[in-house]
């Protein structure tokens, strides 16, 4: 095989644009291809040389041309995605600002249908009624003070700003054994702390200082005893509406278990006057203050 036989046979395995080719073994070189149209032509090189050179550029004219097209491609491949993720992104936000619309209109029809509901309403921290008129909901430190003439500063002061001492108007008393008070009768706890101010006799407690007390009864009924246990806080032994706390009251047997019952009572107390715990039924009691489940207490909150 001559040197032209080789190039002819290896061109096969080269990209080339042309259809086919030919050539005849001689110094001169007819190079003949095929169109797209089916047509021929031809073109004769007198030397191989030349027709080697020819190739080579044919080639590397593709190679630039194939080359421009790839960049044209990855140019517009970049762009069509960009435009594919704005798209994409103004879509989203889109339908986002529908959602947010969507719950705004929602929230303002929930808000209009609880305003005509309730005839309130709550704008910018305030609550009003639907005339737009403010609806007080809490007390200014002022109103609270003419109220009670206690406010909190670090420590329970009157308006004046003196310090109101609670250890020396507080109790607490309690059982220390189980006892069965049969018949509605003043508790006489045989246990007691007391302040200064406080002094205790049968069951009776006197307050040394006028002001407004809240007192709180606890106290346990074990269920091995089924009997009711009733009673409340009274002043001055009063039984009137305006002297006696809530009812304290359980009922039943509920065999082995403990029973709680509880009340309290809160009010104005002149200095001599009494508090007292009137009550009919069981009440469990055991050792110290800790472990003890029925007692009396009691404390001064202000003035």
Known sequence: MTAIDRLIANSNSIIYSYKAFSATVADDVTFTWINDDDTESEITFNNIKKFQDKIISDMNTYTDNLTAEKDTFVTELTDEKNTFKTEITDSFNTQKQEIADAYDTFASDVNAAAIDATNIKYVDGVVKDKDDNVIPTQKTKAEVLADTNVQYDGAMKDRDGN???????????????????????????????????????????????AGTYLVLFNGNRYSSDDGTVSG??????????????????????????????ACSWVGYLDAGDTIELYLDGYLYGSGEHESSMSGLTGIRVGD
Do not use: H, P
């Open 163 to 209: 310090i109101i001492s609670m250890k020396d108007d507080c109790w607490a008393t309690w059982l220390s054994a189980s006892k069965d008070f049969d018949g509605a009768q003043i508790v006489d706890f045989d246990k007691q702390i007391l302040g200064a101010n406080i002094t205790e006799s049968a069951g009776k407690i006197t307050v040394g200082k």
């Open 232 to 261: 409340y806080i009274r002043r001055n032994g009063s039984t009137a509406d305006a002297n006696v706390g809530k009812r304290a009251y359980v009922s039943g047997n509920n065999a082995g278990n403990y029973d709680t019952v």
